[in-house]
């Protein structure tokens, strides 16, 4: 114990952690900006631009914001659990990011079980929305705590159907080997991404995400002209930037896991000098992951929220049959290979 | 497996701390004004009717218990996806079986109308 923690691979691990918990937590920030941006200008408004130069300060005008406001803990609440929640939701949505690699040697730790480490943790998650809708004892909290419930339960099934298929190829469950796995190309130019060998788990991956991320058109636990605010309606200051915070690390964890699974995560085109061929790997993974955040974002700003038994039939009656398909063909296949 | 797993406890604790920290920094930094009307629950405004401890519909607690079959099938297709290659046409006939066997339960639950949801 005492020589594993003196050691210099030791020092190295903490630099990592520091670099990618910063990192992560700064990325979250100006997400917020990001998407209150995005938002505006697809509804043709400016968004922030009063803090700062393009409103760029403004998640940290934000966040000071949220310090410093009154944090209401309601009377009839159950007062442990009611505090509790927000760190229960956020722990599990941030403590995903210790096994992504967001480069070659910039990952916290590789797991021979990343994969399943990641769904069995972010899962979790559920309970912070759950607890918190619960112990507010009031009425709409309540009410989209346990649409959350089924509706995240619902969307896991596929969620955790469709990544089979991609397993079948890739044979592994570490995240590091699922992206060498698709390093090489076919004929040379085509990348061995597995978009495209497994497109229809893609798809069901995607669809699936946006819900369990209780996102629009998905967002039946929040969905502002019913519920006020969904479970966090009698949430303030810290504790509800706390749930900010956690549903905006599980769109980033539910985006990476797709760069990774599906467009071959860190890999993409090499040059230049030695240095900028250390930096490039993070660059693809990074900007690969944004196009996904812009997606969701657009995606917000455009669909309609689904009706809630819309929701569970799609979820039931197309999503698991379909990623159920996916896994029978893709055996088949690979079988008589 | 401790250097495997190590790093993981460390960015937990970090992770806690971080959720631990800022909770108690708003705790410290912010305003206290607490006024009967502004702890009630809330309700647009108008008087708390009753309590929130409500029963609510049967169906969430099917769609739970429905959960649990399928997510412990799911896993199950998890080890053998991870070595179906070494397994070969041999995994390929078992797995068949027991996905078959997956869509007899779904096709039960669909015709008793579990899964209906406007019901």
């Known amino acids: 114990m005492i020589e594993y923690v003196t050691g210099s691979e030791f020092i190295v691990l903490m630099i990592k952690i520091f670099v990618i918990f910063g990192g992560v937590m700064g990325a979250l920030a100006y997400l917020s900006w990001l998407e209150r941006k995005l938002m505006a200008r697809v509804q043709m408004r400016p968004g922030p631009t009063r803090v700062g130069p393009f409103g760029l300060l403004q998640p940290i005008a934000d966040g000071l914001k949220f310090l410093f406001k009154e944090d209401v803990i309601p009377t009839h609440s159950n007062r442990f659990l009611y505090i509790a929640a927000p760190i229960v939701s956020l722990v599990p949505a941030l403590l995903s990011f210790s096994v992504i690699p967001f480069g070659p040697s910039l990952q916290i730790t590789d797991l021979s079980v990343g994969l399943l480490f990641i769904f069995a943790v972010t899962s979790l998650g559920i309970y912070g929305i759950a607890l918190g809708g619960w112990a507010s004892n ?5 009410m989209g705590a346990i649409r959350s419930s089924a509706q995240m339960i619902s969307y896991e099934l596929s969620l955790t159907l469709s990544v089979v298929g991609v397993l079948m190829i890739a044979n592994t469950l570490s995240l590091a080997e699922l992206v060498t796995a698709q390093q090489s190309t076919w004929l040379g130019i085509i990348p061995r991404w597995n978009i495209f060998l497994q497109p229809v788990a893609f798809v069901v991956y995607l669809v699936s995400a946006v819900a369990e991320t209780n996102r629009l058109p998905f967002d039946l636990a929040e969905s502002e002209q019913e519920l006020v605010a969904g479970w966090h309606t009698e949430y303030s200051s810290m504790k509800f930037a706390m749930f900010m915070l956690a549903e905006y690390a599980n769109v ?7 760069t990774i699974m599906f467009f071959g995560g860190w890999t993409g ?3 230049g000098p030695a240095l900028l061929q250390m930096a490039l790997p993070t660059v693809w993974f990074l900007l690969k992951v944004s196009i996904f955040i812009f997606f969701y974002v657009l995606m917000r700003a455009t669909v309609p929220r689904f009706r809630y038994d819309q ?3 799609f979820g039931w009656k197309v999503l698991l049959p379909l990623s159920l398909a996916n896994i029978v063909v893709t055996s088949f296949v690979v079988a008589i290979s | 497996m401790l250097e495997k797993w190590a790093p993981v406890l460390i960015f937990f ?3 806690v701390g971080f959720g631990v920290v800022s909770l108690i920094g708003s705790y410290i930094f912010g305003v206290k004004k607490p006024d009967p009307r502004k702890l009630s629950p809330y309700e647009c405004g108008v008087q708390p009717i009753g309590t929130a401890r409500e029963r609510f519909s049967v169906k969430f607690y099917l769609v739970a218990m429905l959960f649990l079959l399928f997510d412990i099938e799911a896993i199950f297709l998890f080890p053998w996806a991870v070595v179906y290659r070494q397994l070969k046409l041999f995994g390929f006939f078992e797995m068949l079986l027991f996905i078959a066997a ?6 039960y639950v669909w015709k008793k109308g579990a899964l209906e949801w406007e019901r």
């Open chain 1, 252 to 258: 980033v964890t539910v985006s990476s896991l797709a």
């Open chain 1, 138 to 142: 009031s009425k709409y909290p309540l």
């Open chain 1, 269 to 271: 085109p090499m040059f």
């Open chain 1, 311 to 313: 929701l569970m039939r």
């Open chain 2, 102 to 107: 997956i869509l007899a339960g779904y096709i």
């Open chain 2, 13 to 15: 604790i970090l992770v």
